[in-house]
């Protein structure tokens, strides 16, 4: 049986694609080659259930030599943040350039 390890990172997806492409004039190819995001689950001032989203770069990460880990990677390096944001149950993203 082989054992795959999980990435701690993926692709950017979903609304947050849609919204990245649209909002912020993002080109596909950029967020397909360059642009992967962490995430981890989270929820709003009103209690409403969000994913948090974190998206770097991962060239930028690699030129500093960040072995990126997970979302807390980003607390010790914010500068690697592209954009920070949520997602929301019904694939709606909120995201802002950092």
């Known amino acids: 049986m082989w054992?795959?390890?999980k990435k701690p990172f993926k692709e950017v997806?979903?609304?947050?694609?849609?919204h990245l492409v649209n909002k912020?004039?993002?080109?596909?190819?950029?967020?397909?080659?360059?642009?992967?995001c962490v995430e981890k689950q989270g929820s709003l001032d009103?209690?409403?259930?969000?994913t948090l989203l974190r998206v770097f770069r991962i060239g930028d990460a690699a030129k500093k030599g960040v072995d990126v880990s997970g979302w807390e990677t980003f607390d010790k390096h914010p500068d690697l943040i592209a954009?920070?944001?949520?997602?929301?149950?019904?694939?709606?993203?909120?995201?802002?350039?950092?």
């Open 13 to 18: 997806y979903g609304g947050a694609w849609g």
């Open 83 to 98: 954009f920070e944001g949520y997602l929301t149950q019904t694939n709606e993203a909120f995201l802002e350039p950092r």
């Open 46 to 50: 009103g209690g409403t259930p969000v």
């Open 24 to 36: 912020h004039q993002i080109d596909v190819d950029t967020l397909h080659r360059e642009m992967r």
């Open 3 to 5: 054992l795959f390890k």
